[in-house]
């Protein structure tokens, strides 16, 4: 059963730093572009950054300069490292991890509330 299990959410205030971490379960992990979504109530989820196997990273706009992401093979765990974080980065955060070549799948987890507020 595929897993991916997010930790590292909490309440913190404006300008603090929080890391999310998500660790996959089996080989989901090394054959997948690894990413991080946010979703406010109401609104869609959104893009927050992606990173290929290969270790390329994209941002959304938003996060760019503030949001790091990279992932560890040897752990199987994709991490968002959040700077300056202001308050409409707060949402529930979901870890994903997606292939579209071969083998295709697309998996969730279960998501992980941020919160910044003084």
């Known amino acids: 059963q595929v897993q991916l299990v997010e930790s590292g959410g909490g309440l913190v205030q404006p300008g603090g730093s929080l890391r999310l971490s998500c660790a996959a379960s089996?080989?989901?992990?090394?054959?997948?572009?690894m990413g991080w979504y946010r979703q406010v109530p109401g609104l869609q989820r959104e893009l927050v950054a992606v990173i290929s196997r290969g270790g390329i990273a994209t941002y959304a706009d938003s996060v760019k300069g503030r949001f790091t992401i990279s992932r560890d093979y040897a752990k199987n765990t994709v991490y968002l490292q959040m700077n300056s974080l202001k308050p409409e980065d707060t949402a529930v955060y979901y870890c994903?991890?997606?292939?579209?070549?071969?083998?295709?799948?697309?998996?969730w987890g279960q998501g992980t509330q941020v919160t910044v507020s003084s």
């Open positions: 994903n991890a997606r292939r579209i070549i071969g083998a295709q799948y697309d998996y």
């Open positions: 089996g080989s989901i992990f090394s054959g997948a572009a």
